[in-house]
């Protein structure tokens, strides 16, 4: 019912940059804070960076400076930017959302289904 697409992933060059995109859909009748993780082979699946519905970012420290969050709330999209990719870079991401089918209640969180991003030459 609720669904989240992610769209972007693909392999790319060491400094590279890729730009995923993720859009909400189905019974959305809020969306609260946004994010992207990334898993790689055999680790935990760590944050990359978040956003409220307000703007407020949040990134993990060693990627500040090459990635860039953003969210268009009138689409339900969020967005992140990847420039100057590194090889340990490699891992499938991840977009969530907090998402409310209805003005009442607390949002459920929602993942998509995972987008490989490959970083080698």
């Known amino acids: 019912q609720v669904q989240l697409v992610e769209s972007g992933g693909g392999l790319v060059q060491p400094g590279g940059s890729l730009r995923l995109s993720c859009a909400a859909s189905?019974?959305?009748?809020?969306?609260?804070?946004m994010g992207w993780y990334r898993q790689a082979p055999g680790k935990e699946r760590e944050l990359v960076a978040s956003?409220?519905?307000?703007?407020?970012?949040n990134y993990a420290n060693s990627l500040k400076g090459r990635f860039t969050i953003s969210r268009d709330n009138a689409k339900n999209m969020v967005y992140l930017q990847m420039n100057s990719l590194k090889s340990d870079d490699t891992a499938v991401y991840y977009c969530y959302g907090y998402i409310s089918s209805s003005g009442l209640g607390p949002p459920t969180r929602y993942w998509g289904q995972g987008t490989q991003v490959t970083v080698s030459s």
């Open positions: 956003i409220t519905v307000g703007g407020t970012i």
């Open positions: 189905g019974n959305v009748f809020s969306i609260n804070n």
